[in-house]
Nanobody
């Protein structure tokens, strides 16, 4: 299983970014996917989750109405569209999936929101 994130960067408050996570090594369309983030000195937290078919989503309260998770099963890719970014969204963002008790993580992509 390999998960490779991209799309992070430096953005001003109020700006937007779209993160991508390309998956390989498993049948992507059969697995739910999640985005987590970890800010310096803080625990990793769940940002958004998406069912295998893309029909069910869930979001952390802090990002509801601003972030959208989606997937393209033909491209083995999950996305996180982030709008109205705030300085407190600054973190390393990780793509995640799991099989039973085994968790799989990407290497992360840095998002910095600053003027």
């Amino acid at each position: 299983v390999q998960l490779v994130e991209s799309g992070g960067g430096l953005v001003q408050p109020g700006g937007s970014l779209r993160l991508s996570c390309v998956a390989s090594g498993f049948t992507f369309s059969r697995f739910a996917m999640r985005w987590y983030r970890q800010a310096p000195g803080k625990e990793r937290e769940l940002v958004a989750g998406l069912s295998s078919a893309g029909s069910t989503t869930n979001y952390a309260d802090s990002v509801k109405g601003r972030f959208t998770i989606s997937r393209d099963n033909a491209k083995n890719t999950v996305y996180l569209q982030m709008n109205s970014l705030k300085p407190e969204d600054t973190a390393v963002y990780y793509c995640n999936t799991w099989e039973g008790l085994k968790l799989y993580w990407g290497q992360g992509t840095q998002v910095t929101v600053s003027s």
